[in-house]
């Protein structure tokens, strides 16, 4: 995991840099049906309604917390979708490996262009004006909402120590929150800098959702903060649960 604090390993120059990182673990609120169809790549709330892209044989969908069924779905053929972003205007689509990002505009949305791009599209998140796009690696790069064009990265470290396989982002908070990949955290990311400042141990969905998942890649994916109310949804590939959950800190 690399996830240790990096304590009597570091040289004393670098302790003077070192962030406090806060654990935190995320405890269950409520859970609501989640298509257990749906192999979760973004989640986002955009325009007052909760959006999800899918991987596989992709799909957007606008999803209710009432009923596993989408509300609205868009079935993208044998484009394997991943994050999802907006701007509050536009919601801006990932591909894994084809290489495109859709933009959609409209309720419902419909794909406005296709932009290209070089690189993987894990997760995508939108933080002051710039889309921030993840690729599994520990480097998150900035890109132009318009026209896709990099304007700049950040390594994620944790005291130091790259931290790779970051997938689905929520930009919140102040912060980027960052699902790790076949894990059961969470990071909390300053935007600024690349440092994790927080650990948010989400196991308590895996247990909760475990019984009933029997895929190896049915995995922890899916954040998103309802702008307002601050609620925060927590979902995987494959679950039939989407929770609501509260972080508490723990020492
Ligand atoms: N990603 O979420 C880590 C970006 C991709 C996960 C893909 C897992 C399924 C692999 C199957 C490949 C079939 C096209
Ligand atoms: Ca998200």
Redesign the pocket.
């Known amino acids: 995991m690399g996830m240790s604090n990096g304590c009597g390993g570091a040289p004393a120059h670098r302790r003077v840099t070192e962030n406090v990182l806060s654990r935190k673990v995320a405890r269950i609120v409520k859970e609501y049906p989640h298509s257990t169809e749906a192999f979760t ?1 973004g989640l986002v709330f955009h325009q007052g309604r909760l959006f999800e892209s899918t ?2 044989q992709g799909t957007l969908r606008e999803i209710s917390l009432e009923s596993a069924t989408p509300l609205w779905m868009e079935r993208l053929g044998d484009i ?1 979708a ?1 994050g999802l972003a907006t701007d509050g205007e536009r919601l801006y689509q990932l591909t ?1 490996t084809e290489g495109q990002l859709f933009t959609w505009s409209g309720l419902p949305p419909t794909r406005l262009r296709t932009t290209r791009y070089a690189g993987e599209g ?1 997760g995508l998140c939108y933080w002051q004006g710039k889309l921030i796009r993840s690729d ?1 690696s520990s480097t998150l790069t900035l890109h132009a909402p318009d026209t896709f064009e990099p304007l700049g990265t950040l390594e994620v470290t944790l005291n130091g120590q790259p931290q790779d396989q970051l ?1 689905e982002l929520e930009c919140a908070n102040g912060v980027i929150y960052a699902n790790v ?1 076949h894990s059961s955290y969470v990071l909390e990311i300053d935007p600024t800098t690349g440092h994790v400042t927080g650990l948010i141990d989400a196991s308590a969905l895996v247990r909760a959702v475990g019984p009933q998942l029997n895929r190896p ?1 049915a995995v922890l ?1 899916g954040i998103a903060v309802e702008p307002g109310t601050g609620r925060m949804l927590m979902t995987g590939k494959l679950w039939p649960k989407l929770f609501e959950v509260r972080l508490d800190p723990v020492d």
Do not use: S
């Open positions: 790549q991987g596989h394997f991943e894994w894990w599994g997938n990949w890649d994916n």
